[in-house]
């Protein structure tokens, strides 16, 4: 058959052989209709056209690739349309973070199945290991948030008197917070306890946002401690993160760090906290003659930078002071200590000057977590 002869087929025999075009792009047919296909190609453009664009398809649905999304190409997307129409109201810098993991949590409890809901994390911490099923770590990632609500006037998602410090330490209040919000939705599915957790995340957000720029400095009391709102934001980043990942590992499930900037804002935060944790570990923060002793943390990857941690006191170091140390640890692994999800006797890290003093900011960078 001549290209010709190809150009003037009848229409129900070319029609016949266009049906072959997109297993010919697939490279499934016999050879045969192969040669039939491309012989006839050569004389007919449309069908020549139809058979570029079958075969460049293909090439997408064969590649090497996996076919699921980046993981930051959410966050691109909207960096790009943001950029084309700023919002009204934009979220604080110091949420961001929160409004990330919360959203990223959210996209690994959609793809759990039943049974995954039945599985147990294990939350480790300071003073031991919680193990919860996937709707429990809700509840308590609910009951912590909210006394973020309650800083911002929004409703308590635990029933009954459950604020402020208990005459059994500092960390009854969570507990109890977390007991009584897994009690009140014993016999809630777990959809439910999701849409109930994402509500008030959302809901967190905005009245953030609506807060505007002085909102950063509103009070939130967690009932052990005291922490503007800018620093409550990320410590709930934190632990969102943190149990997302526990999680993750009860399930099998790939689960990527927070990005560097967030994750930087994390570590910013627990080296900030690092004094009153060390006088926690002391149980005295002593006050020195001369000038306050200082280590300097020195983070790398991809939250790098350096911070100077008063040794002695809770204050800032003076102007005088020299640091009597230097502790280089990886940024994602000073956070898994800071969870107490790593043991500080094998921290992987680099040290220099008092050896002393680096031991014992490592053993206290552990008790940063919460049950």
């Known amino acids: 058959m001549t290209g010709a002869d190809a150009a003037v087929l009848p229409p129900a025999e070319h029609e016949s052989v266009r049906l072959l075009l997109g297993a010919w792009a697939l490279d499934a047919c016999p050879d045969d209709e192969t040669a039939l296909l491309e012989e006839h190609l050569h004389g007919c453009g449309p069908c020549a056209a139809e058979a570029a664009r079958l075969r460049d398809a293909a090439g997408w649905l064969s590649a090497d690739e996996p076919l699921d999304p980046a993981p930051d190409l959410r966050g691109q997307v909207l960096e790009s349309c943001l950029g084309r129409r700023a919002p009204e109201i934009r979220v604080p810098d110091w949420a ?93 599915g777990p959809d439910e306890v999701r849409a109930l957790w994402r509500e008030q995340t959302r809901a ?20 052990d401690a005291r922490l503007p709102a800018r620093d409550a934001f990320v410590d709930r980043a934190f632990e969102c993160w943190i149990h997302a990942d526990d999680v993750a590992r009860a399930v099998d499930y790939p689960y990527e760090p927070p990005s560097g900037p967030h994750l930087r804002r994390m570590v910013d935060l627990a ?101």
Request: charged letters at 20%; glycine letters at 14%.
């Open 271 to 371: 080296a900030r906290m690092l004094p009153a944790a060390l006088g926690g570990l002391r149980g005295t923060a002593p006050a020195p003659d001369g000038p306050t002793r200082v280590l300097r943390l020195v983070i790398e990857g991809a939250a790098a930078g350096e911070w100077l941690v008063p040794l002695d006191t809770a204050g800032p170091p003076g102007v005088e002071a020299e640091p009597v140390a230097s502790l280089v640890v990886d940024g994602l692994e000073f956070c898994y200590l800071a969870a107490a999800h790593r043991d500080p006797a094998r921290m992987p890290v680099g040290q220099h000057g008092d050896g002393e003093a680096v031991r014992e900011v490592l053993r206290a960078v552990p008790l940063l977590s919460r049950p």
């Open 204 to 223: 967190l957000v905005r009245a953030a946002s609506l807060a505007g720029p002085a909102g950063g400095d509103l009070e939130v009391d967690y009932g």
């Open 96 to 188: 961001v973070p929160y409004s990330a993991e919360t959203a990223r949590l959210d996209a690994l409890l959609r793809d759990l199945g039943a049974g995954e809901w039945l599985e147990y994390a294990e939350l480790p911490w300071h003073g031991g290991v919680e193990r919860l099923r996937p709707a429990g770590v809700l509840c308590h990632l609910a009951a912590v948030d909210g006394f973020v609500a309650l800083a911002h006037g929004l409703a308590d998602p635990v029933p009954g008197r459950t604020g402020g410090r208990t005459p059994d330490g500092p960390w009854a209040a969570v507990a109890d917070r977390t007991a009584r919000m897994a009690g009140a939705h014993a016999g809630s």
